[in-house]
C-alpha cells in the first residue's frame, strides 16, 4: 500500500504561481511513474502532467509551457510548478503512482484562480 498527501493548493490570482507538492508514504520504486490530474466540477478528471523514473514528461496541452513536473526519488515527492496561473486551471489536483500494476491516487489539493 502507498499513501499519497497532496500540499501547497490554495486561492491564487489570475497570472500567480503555486507549487504542489506529493509525499509518498514509503519509498517507491524509482521507476514508478507519477503523475498530477485534476478534475474541475462538473468535468472528468484529466491529466495535467506526468513523469518516468527516467525522468521523462507530458504534459496536457492546455498546460505546455506553464507547468512544470518534478520528483525527488531520494524524499518520495512529486512537484508540479504551476506559472501563469489561469482561472480554467481552478481544480481539485490529485497526486497517482503506479507500482506493479496497481493505481494510487492522494486525496486532492484544491487550487482556485481568480480572474
Known amino acids: 500500500q502507498v499513501q499519497l498527501v497532496e500540499s501547497g493548493g490554495g486561492l491564487v490570482q489570475a497570472g500567480g504561481s503555486l507549487r504542489l507538492s506529493c509525499v509518498a508514504s514509503?519509498?517507491?520504486?524509482?521507476?514508478?511513474?507519477m503523475g498530477w490530474y485534476r478534475q474541475a466540477p462538473g468535468k472528468q478528471r484529466e491529466l495535467v502532467a506526468r513523469?518516468?523514473?527516467?525522468?521523462?514528461?507530458v504534459y496536457a496541452d492546455s498546460v505546455l509551457g506553464r507547468f512544470t513536473i518534478s520528483r525527488d526519488n531520494a524524499k518520495n515527492t512529486v512537484y508540479l510548478q504551476m506559472n501563469s496561473l489561469k482561472p480554467e486551471d481552478t481544480a481539485v489536483y490529485y497526486c497517482?503512482?503506479?507500482?506493479?500494476?496497481?493505481?494510487?491516487w492522494g486525496k486532492g489539493t484544491l487550487v482556485t484562480v481568480s480572474s
Open positions: 497517482s503512482t503506479v507500482e506493479l500494476g496497481q493505481v494510487y
Open positions: 514509503r519509498r517507491l520504486f524509482s521507476i514508478n511513474l
Open positions: 513523469i518516468t523514473g527516467g525522468g521523462n514528461t
